[in-house]
């Protein structure tokens, strides 16, 4: 008995013209319907997209760039809207920042030594391995993360730090007022003295 590998496929490749270089080439049905414009090779691509997508006014992710005091030494920075709200006006100098990648006194650059294993642990099994904000137990929502309840990381005081899994930990990183509050607010309830 024949394998049904053994018959030949029929041809179904259509004929496209690059939209770059005017060459004819042939491509798959299911390729065409995945792409809108079509090349002949990478190359093409490429030169198209760098001449046709330039992205110009409101399309381009610094349109609305404004200046802010450096978090670091107060000289002005300027970056755009968009990345400056999403860092809570914590935006740095290139000087600044490299000395903060060299570790300089005064530049956050990770967590402190009494934020350890050994606490986060400990923090893990007073919340009882479960997300405080969704209930999920760790067998269901994998590691939890021990959460900054007032996002100072050098605060490893046991009331601000929280379990959160992976999901709600996600949520916490915008908003920074409301989870706060909110967090707070969790953490009065369970913990009144």
């Not at 995945?34 to 001449?51: D, L, M, N, P, T």
């Not at 137990?137 to 490893?156: C, E, F, M, P, Q």
Request: glycine residues 6%.
């Amino acid at each position: 008995m024949p394998s049904h590998w053994s018959r030949v496929q029929p041809n179904t490749k259509k004929t496209l013209i690059c939209e770059n270089c005017g060459k004819s080439f042939e491509r798959q049905p299911w390729h065409i319907k995945r792409v809108k414009h079509y090349f002949c090779c990478q190359i093409c691509a490429g030169e198209w997209v760098s001449e046709h997508r330039t992205k110009h006014g409101k399309n381009n992710g610094h349109y609305n760039t404004i200046t802010v005091p450096c978090a670091g030494c107060g000289a002005p920075v300027s970056k755009a809207e968009s990345l400056i709200m999403r860092r809570n006006h914590n935006v740095y100098c290139p000087n600044c920042t490299h000395l903060a990648r060299k570790g300089r006194p005064g530049f956050y650059v990770g967590y402190p030594k009494e934020f350890s294993q050994a606490l986060r642990t400990k923090i893990r099994r007073r919340d009882k391995q479960t997300c405080q904000l969704c209930g999920q137990h760790r067998d269901n929502a994998g590691t939890l993360h021990v959460h900054h309840i007032d996002y100072n990381k050098h605060n490893s005081d046991p009331l601000n730090l929280i379990s959160l899994c992976r999901v709600c930990h996600g949520k916490t990183q915008f908003g920074h007022e409301h989870w706060t509050n909110l967090l707070q607010e969790l953490m009065k309830a369970r913990f009144p003295n």
